[in-house]
């Protein structure tokens, strides 16, 4: 049986199958010649990342602030100078707020009808905007501790091959 004609592989899908994956050339912080370059960065945990960021603190080291003025992210930690400008939570943040916020207020309706207590509906807008209010910062803390631990939008190259700080 004679060989079957295979249609040969793009270039793309010849680097993806055969050869290793090409190695960045290039360290963010010391450039090329860097000593940690090329090696896999170090795994971060997303859950304690989060809790930081939920806190109002630096996803790398919890000791810092996270944002200046009502939901602004600094640029930089003061305490161990990771850069957080790389976050792109704004545009989440506002809607997952909301959207926790609305559950928990669903609960509390829910359970005050299983209870005989019938506010009218309109009552129930003041907690959900409260909530929401209360819930942006630690909402959009989280959601950029979780953009951090997963190294996206270029937290992927912020401080690669800098000496781990406790
Ligand atoms: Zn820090």
């Not at 996270?66 to 943040?93: I, K, P, T």
Request: charge should be positive; charged fraction near 15%.
């Amino acid at each position: 049986m004679g060989d079957m004609a295979i249609p040969p592989l793009s270039s793309h899908h010849q680097r993806q199958v055969g050869a290793p994956r090409p190695t960045r050339d290039l360290c963010g912080t010391h450039g090329a010649g860097c000593q940690r370059m090329g090696n896999p960065p170090l795994r971060r945990a997303w859950l304690p990342a989060m809790l930081r960021g939920a806190r109002g603190r630096c996803p790398a080291c919890g000791g810092g602030a996270l944002f200046g003025q009502l939901l602004q992210v600094r640029e930089r930690c003061a305490s161990c100078d990771e850069e957080l400008y790389h976050q792109r939570a704004d545009r989440l943040a506002w809607p997952l707020a909301a959207f926790v916020a609305l559950q928990v207020v669903m609960l509390a309706m829910l359970a005050l009808h299983l209870l005989d207590l019938r506010p009218p509906l309109w009552t129930w807008a003041l907690p959900w905007v409260a909530l929401f209010a209360l819930l942006l910062r630690p909402v959009k803390g989280a959601v950029i501790g979780l953009q951090w631990a997963l190294r996206l939008h270029g937290f992927q190259y912020a401080a690669m091959c800098r000496p781990r700080r406790p």
